[in-house]
C-alpha cells in the first residue's frame, strides 16, 4: 500500500534531440507532471523523489515527499535546465538507494529511471551496485527514449522491473501509466502495524467568539508564507494544524490520512477479477446494463461472475479502472 519511489531522469546533451517536440526534455518533464499527478491519485499515501543526472553527475531535484504540488512545481522550474555531457547512472542510483535502504520493509522501494544516452559515465564498477540494489530490495524499471542499452537490461532483470524503449509521445504516456499502479508484492515482504491519524476538517465560523485564526504547518513546505486561517485538519496527537490531507506531521510524525486515502490505496491489493464476455445471444435475462441501465446493443456483454449480473462496455471498464467493485454486489449485499 506504501510506495516509495525515486524518478530518475536524464538531462544529458541527447535530451536536447527534437524527436519528441519541441525536444525531449520538455516533453518527459511535461509528462512527469501527468505522472505525479496520477501517481498521488492512485496511491495517495506514498511518496515519490526526483533526481536528474547530466556532465557525470547527479542531482537531487526534489527528496522523498507525498506532497504533488511541490514535484510538479520543480518540473516547472526544471524546464529551463541546460542539457548538457553524460549521465551517470552509478552516481543517480547511488543517491537514491542511500534514501531507500532506510525505508521500512513493509513499503516498497522502487527507482524509475527515464533513459535518454546511450552512453553512461560512472567512477565505479555499476554491476557491483546492482548486486547491492538487488540484497536492498530495490526494484529498478527503464524507460528507455533511444534504443535498448545492455546495461539497463541486466539492470531491470537483476532487480525485477521492466524495461520498454518508446515509440512514441503516446506510447511514452502509456509506459508511464503503467508505473502508476504499485507492483506485486514479493511473498518475502514484511507486515507491520503503522500509526494513523484520521483528523476531521474542522470549519470555524467569523461569527463564533471562541475561533481564533492559527497559521498551518503546511506553509513550511510552501514559498506563499504563513497565512491565518480559522479551520483545517488538526493532528489528533498535538494538534498542529494542515490545510489538506495526506501529510506526515511536522511536529510528532504521526501519518494523517483520511478513510478515501486508505481506499484507494487499498484496492490494489485485492483488485477485482475480469469479467467474463458473454454473447448477448447467449444471455436471457433482461437487456439493459445493470450500472448505467441503458440498453444493451453490443454483441458482446460482461457479467459478474458473483452476482451475474451484466454490464455493458463502457461500464466494465470504469467498474474495474475507477471502482474497483461490482455496483451489484455492493447494492445486494445487506445494511449492517
Request: aromatic content about 8%.
Given at each position: 500500500?506504501?510506495?516509495h ?16 517536440k519541441?525536444?525531449?526534455l520538455?516533453s518527459?518533464?511535461?509528462l512527469?507532471?501527468y ?7 492512485q ?40 542539457c548538457?555531457?553524460?549521465?551517470s ?13 532506510h525505508m ?8 524509475l ?8 559515465c ?40 521492466t ?10 504516456r ?35 467568539q ?22 483545517g ?6 494538534r498542529?494544524?494542515?490545510t ?12 494523517l ?54 454490464f455493458?462496455?463502457e461500464?466494465d ?18 445494511a449492517p
Amino acid at each position: 500500500m506504501m510506495r516509495h519511489m525515486f524518478v530518475i531522469i536524464d538531462t544529458s546533451r541527447t535530451m536536447d534531440d527534437q524527436d519528441l517536440k519541441p525536444n525531449r526534455l520538455t516533453s518527459t518533464l511535461k509528462l512527469m507532471e501527468y505522472f505525479v499527478d496520477e501517481y498521488f491519485d492512485q496511491n495517495p499515501i506514498s511518496q515519490i523523489g526526483i533526481i536528474t543526472s547530466k556532465n557525470k553527475r547527479a542531482e537531487k531535484l526534489t527528496d522523498l515527499a507525498g506532497n504533488p504540488k511541490k514535484h510538479i512545481a520543480a518540473l516547472k522550474k526544471a524546464v529551463d535546465t541546460v542539457c548538457g555531457g553524460e549521465p551517470s547512472l552509478y552516481n543517480s542510483l547511488s543517491m537514491a538507494m542511500e534514501t531507500l535502504k532506510h525505508m521500512p520493509g513493509h513499503a516498497s522501494r522502487e527507482v524509475l529511471v527515464i533513459f535518454s544516452s546511450l552512453t553512461t559515465c560512472d567512477p565505479s564498477n555499476i554491476y557491483e551496485l546492482i548486486k547491492t540494489l538487488k540484497t536492498l530490495k530495490i526494484r529498478v524499471s527503464v524507460i528507455g527514449l533511444s534504443a535498448e542499452v545492455r546495461v539497463c537490461t541486466v539492470l531491470t532483470r537483476e532487480t525485477g522491473g521492466t524495461y520498454h524503449v518508446i515509440l512514441d509521445e503516446s506510447h511514452f504516456r502509456e509506459l508511464l501509466t503503467y508505473h502508476v499502479k504499485p507492483p506485486p508484492a514479493s511473498s518475502s515482504s514484511e507486515c507491520s502495524l503503522i500509526r494513523m491519524g484520521f483528523p476531521q476538517h474542522t470549519i470555524a465560523s467569523l461569527t463564533d467568539q471562541d475561533s481564533k485564526p492559527s497559521f498551518s504547518m503546511s506553509h513550511l513546505d510552501s514559498s506563499s508564507g504563513p497565512s491565518l486561517t480559522l479551520g483545517g485538519y488538526f493532528c489528533p496527537q498535538c494538534r498542529s494544524k494542515y490545510t489538506e490531507l495526506p501529510v506526515e506531521c511536522k511536529v510528532c510524525g504521526l501519518t494523517l490520512v483520511s478513510a478515501p486515502h486508505l481506499a484507494r490505496s487499498f484496492h490494489h491489493l485485492f483488485p477485482l477479477d475480469p469479467f467474463p464476455e458473454v454473447p448477448l445471444t447467449d444471455y436471457k435475462g433482461e437487456r439493459f446494463c445493470h450500472a448505467c441501465q441503458g440498453q444493451l446493443k453490443d454483441q458482446k456483454v460482461f457479467s459478474c461472475p458473483t452476482c451475474c449480473s451484466v454490464f455493458c462496455v463502457e461500464c466494465d471498464l470504469f467498474i474495474h479502472d475507477s471502482l474497483h467493485c461490482c455496483p451489484s454486489c455492493i447494492h445486494s449485499q445487506s445494511a449492517p
